[in-house]
């Protein structure tokens, strides 16, 4: 019986071997997961997936995966990956705040990205005020200057601003001699600021502006208001006002034929379909929304083009609330990416002030940005293009010379 132990031992000590082989090659191996995990630096994502806003949402998500797929192939960040994590918001205040915690918490993100709606924008920016997290606003157009308001200290936008987009038509106006501007605003304090802000920038630019009409978000047309512009002399009326109300404007600039600028924010695929050219309409626009046949002379070509090849063909079949939620992820991601280079570590802190410090601009497809401690936003002006609607889609608004 000895002699037949001994001889089964070769055997049995191969066995050992291979188990303990296979065991070893289990722990090596989730060691390298678990290392992997922590090398990688989470962002968070918070958009609706789900409900009214839906389709904007996920055409964010899609654009903001594939910006981290292009971020990630060359190289992520100092050579660690970049793992977007994203959340349902529903369009939800309340469930916004739970994900936003847990994306905090339990992910550990770095940074929130969002959201899709501007209803939930004041909702985020107390959220990451309140938490010491950086975000990166995609929808909206509140001025974020810290030297005037302490609250956005934490708070960034990559989607076109107040500020920005008046001095972008006023511009244009200001070159062809349109004058007077009349301001058509909501009877909110949206609607007061950016009522101040026309009036302001008026005199900058050698315009006469006259004393704004105000709407209310119920009203079924603003008929009457735009009739006094009218009778007032007005050259073109400036609407500032949210997206709901386009539909709205439309049918009652039908009526009167006067010149009509916008902000983006306030454009639809609802109002679009039903624009038929019986007034001018223009809006300062982020390069995006000429895709393909943005002229190679600007700024923003090239991410413009490398934004489209890798969107393929779901680009192209986009309405303009997708095309700007997808152009608005895009740049939030690449942004972040830029103040992660920068930043000495991967935290909250670090990337808040590197994102302040920036050495040099972000030429994105929104637009040419540079924000700084005075502007959390920092979008250049210039870089918007003044695109005037007709039957076809977008072109650049060439205006006669001055006419004084």
Known sequence: MNRESHEA????????????????S????????????????????????TGDHRRE???????????VECINSQGGIGDRPLELIVADTRGEPGRLLIEAGKLVEQEKVVALLGPTSETL?????????????????????????????????WTYSISPSLGPAIKALFRKFAKAGLEPVAPLVADNAKGKRASLWLQGYGPEYHLRILPFQDFGLHDTDVISQLQQFKEEGAQVIMAWGPRSWGPVLLRSAKRTGIPMAVPVQLLSSDMLKKYTGSFRLWTAAPPLLLGNDIPLSHPCAFTVNRFMKAMGKEAM??????????????????LTAMGLRMSSTATHSDLRQALEDLDQSYYGVMGVFKPRARDHSGLVPSSLIVLERDTNGWKPVIFSKRRR
Not at 9 to 24: H, I, N, R, S
Not at 26 to 49: E, F, M, N, P, T
């Open 9 to 24: 031992a070769p055997g049995f000590k191969t066995l050992c071997c291979l188990f303990l082989f296979v065991v070893a």
């Open 57 to 67: 949402g996920r055409a964010a998500y899609m654009a903001a995966r594939k910006a």
């Open 121 to 153: 924008i004041p909702v985020l920016r107390n959220y990451a005020e309140a938490h010491n997290v950086p975000i990166v606003l995609t929808s909206g157009d509140d001025p974020l200057l810290p030297f005037k308001n302490e609250s956005v200290s």
């Open 26 to 49: 289990v722990l090596i191996a989730d060691k390298a997961v678990c290392r992997s995990d922590a090398q990688s630096i989470h962002i968070g994502g918070l958009w609706d997936l």
């Open 317 to 334: 079949g986009f309405s303009i609330e997708e095309c700007l939620a997808a152009g608005a992820a895009w740049d939030a991601l690449h």
